[in-house]
């Protein structure tokens, strides 16, 4: 083994969340490993959480980051996939055991020893991960995937989240039906891809939104078919039993009976956000229905690849407001407040001097 590479990135290093210069290692490039020059990483709802310690985790200092793009620019000597100089994503996660009956179905996203592209949690082992606001990152192979040449590298680096957080429960739970009439709630990065996902699937989407604000480009810029404002109940009333599924977004705490009722009998309620506080289940609306509330994170390797295929073949990218990394505090507070269209991108190979 070689000398450990040397990174750098910006972390945070207490539950402010405020992130500023910070200089670590990453592992030596393995037999099994890529390693990437980073050129672009998108800005998760998630990575405000984690540095802010809304789970509390509290591991600091955390470098976050998992929705990353960037070059190949080594391969260790087993690597089959990939070649210096290709496109490559890194998503959430970086490692798993496979080994487990999940990783064995290409569930690596489920499996007990998922190990997250930044430490999340601890699982007492003392190993840290650095997320991708930094330089480089380095990767087994298994956990990186292509990038279709049509792609432009900093709109798609939300999909390495944003984008399997919902194309997978969109498969899972079967509705990606042409012709299904499927509600989105929250339109912020994650919301805005589901109604692209969707619409490429040829369903009729429906946005239900706290920000009457976004209507319009909710129907003229994203292609919706309708858009409700979550608040105005004579709205509600109107859609109640007209959908198949229900896709929720929502990072802050919100009932979820009235979205029930806009379910069809027999409709899929699926909760994908995380705001940090339980929901109230009102079972008798369920049981009338026969009505369903699951939940998903995003999906594994296999299934990752083919929702970046998928998005390649019908051009679907997140909107983006690109920033540089000195931007970063300035955009986790206008996240806070919603203020981005949707997903902010920090342009990190012209911008990241050490
Ligand atoms: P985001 O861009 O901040 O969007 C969240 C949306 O939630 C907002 O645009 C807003 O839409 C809605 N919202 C309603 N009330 C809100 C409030 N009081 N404050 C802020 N937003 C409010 O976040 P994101 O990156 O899409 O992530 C959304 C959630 O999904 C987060 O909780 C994140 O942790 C979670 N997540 C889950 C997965 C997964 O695999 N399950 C993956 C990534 C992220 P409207 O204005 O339209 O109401
Ligand atoms: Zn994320
Ligand atoms: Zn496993």
């Given amino acids: 083994m070689t000398n450990k590479n040397k990174a750098f990135g910006w972390a945070a290093k207490d539950s402010s969340g405020v992130l500023s210069p910070f200089h670590f290692t990453r592992r030596a490039n393995g037999d099994d490993d890529i390693t990437l020059k980073i050129f672009y990483c998108g800005i998760c709802h998630a990575d405000l959480q984690i540095l802010r310690d809304k789970f509390g985790f509290g591991l600091y200092p955390v470098v976050p980051g998992h929705e990353i793009v960037g070059i190949v620019t080594q391969v260790g000597r087993k690597v089959e996939k990939f070649k210096i100089g290709d496109k490559v994503g890194v998503g959430c996660m970086v490692g798993s055991c496979r080994a487990c009956e999940n990783c064995r179905q290409d569930l690596e996203s489920y499996c007990p020893k998922l190990e997250s592209t930044y430490t999340m949690f601890d699982d007492g082992t003392g190993k840290k991960n650095y997320g991708g606001y930094s330089d480089i990152i380095v990767v087994n192979e298994h956990f990186a995937l292509r990038f279709p040449e049509n792609l432009p590298l900093d709109a798609a680096a939300p999909l390495l989240c944003a984008g399997i957080a919902i194309y997978s429960p969109i498969k899972y739970y079967g509705l990606d039906k042409s012709g299904m009439h499927l509600g989105v709630v929250g339109l912020g990065g994650l919301g805005h891809v ?84 339980t929901v109230e289940l009102p079972l008798f609306s369920l049981l009338m229905g026969r009505k369903l509330v699951g939940g998903s994170t995003i999906g594994g390797m296999k299934e990752t690849q083919e929702m970046i295929d998928f998005a390649g073949k019908h051009n679907i990218v997140a909107d983006i407001e690109l920033i540089s990394m000195d931007h970063v505090n300035t955009a986790m507070d206008r996240l806070v407040r919603g203020d981005v269209r949707y997903r902010f991108v920090i342009d990190i190979a012209n911008n990241l001097h050490a």
């Fill in 194 to 277: 589901a109604v692209r996902f969707a619409k490429a699937f040829g369903m009729k989407v429906t946005v239900i939104s706290t920000s009457p604000d976004k209507e319009e480009e909710a129907i003229e810029g994203l292609g919706a078919d309708l858009f409700l404002v979550s608040k105005n109940l004579d709205q509600m009333k109107v859609m109640v039993s007209t959908m198949d599924g229900i896709i929720d977004t929502s990072s802050a705490p919100h009932p979820i009976g009235p979205l029930i009722d806009l379910l069809k009998p027999q409709g899929k309620l699926v909760m994908v956000g995380a705001p940090q506080k």
